[in-house]
């Protein structure tokens, strides 16, 4: 035991999560400043191992964060935005960015991707500071989701719930991750 009988071990991740909380603190108030926002898309994960494909997940949760991000510059923007879209480096890159193309050119789609300027910019994280918030960010996200998806096995994500939260809610837009199976075609 250490001073006043806390463990040390204690004392140090309680100073980990103040600092977490600050930086956190810090980054959503500059996203607020700077009029911007956090957003994010995300699935459950409900297949079994043998049969889940991450890459097929990953294209179709890209074409709904391209499809929700150019609804929120034609809905929500006044005048119309366009946008871009910056990913970490990935290793089925050329996958994603077909996928990318196909939501904004495809004739057979009946709403193209309008305000995408061009198909994702691929980029190392570890370069830059924006990707790292971002990095982050999304794994704030993931661990909130998984919290929520399935409380009791990730009860140790609570803490998680308890600081960021509500925060996040603040700065968010157009975000969620949803819980239930999507049908097959819409994953392709």
């Known amino acids: 035991m250490g001073k006043e009988g ?16 600050q930086f956190t603190g810090r980054l959503f108030n500059k996203i607020d400043e700077l009029e911007g926002f956090v957003f994010y898309v995300g699935l459950k994960k409900t297949h079994p191992p043998d049969i889940h ?23 929500d923007c006044n005048p119309v935005a366009n946008f871009v879209l910056i990913l970490d480096d990935h290793d089925q890159r050329q996958a994603l960015l077909t996928a990318a193309s196909q939501a904004m050119y495809d004739p057979s789609l009946a709403e193209r991707r309008r305000h995408l300027i061009e198909p994702p910019f691929h980029l190392d994280s570890h370069r830059y500071q924006t990707l790292q918030a971002a990095d982050w960010i999304a794994g704030l996200i993931g661990r909130l989701g998984a919290m929520r998806g399935d409380p009791e096995a990730y009860s140790e994500n609570e803490v998680f719930r308890y600081y960021f939260e509500q925060r996040l809610k603040m700065v968010q ?14 994953l392709k």
């Open 6 to 21: 806390v463990p040390p071990l204690y004392r140090q991740e309680h100073q980990a999560l103040s600092r977490i909380r």
């Open 53 to 75: 494909d991450p890459n097929r997940l990953y294209r179709g949760i890209l074409r709904e964060a391209i499809k929700r991000i150019d609804q929120f510059c034609t809905e």
């Open 173 to 186: 837009r157009r975000s969620g991750i949803r819980t239930g199976r999507l049908p097959p075609a819409r």
